[in-house]
């Protein structure tokens, strides 16, 4: 069984796997979009799947921020390697 630091830690890697990845699409995407030659209609879903990563961004770092209160909350009362109240 996984400890209570163990699980923040591998919830904080997830979380930057995440906001890297859609960061990484969005700059590829990007720059898909600087070509002169695709289609009105492909930019459009381009810029739409570009606006949807950024959504997924800002809720990734919301969930981020709930965590570390979660984090500083459980910290307080349970020893994150023993999983035991102080």
Known sequence: MNTIREL???LGNKH?????GCGVSKE???????????????KDKLNYVI???DKHIADAMAA???????HDIIY????PDT???L
């Open 8 to 10: 923040f830690h591998s």
């Open 16 to 20: 930057n796997l995440i906001t890297v």
């Open 28 to 42: 590829i995407l990007s720059n898909c979009l600087k070509n002169e030659e695709l289609p009105e209609k492909v």
């Open 51 to 53: 606006k949807n990563l």
């Open 64 to 70: 981020e921020k709930v965590a570390l209160e979660l």
């Open 76 to 79: 307080k009362v349970i020893n």
């Open 83 to 85: 999983g035991k109240p």
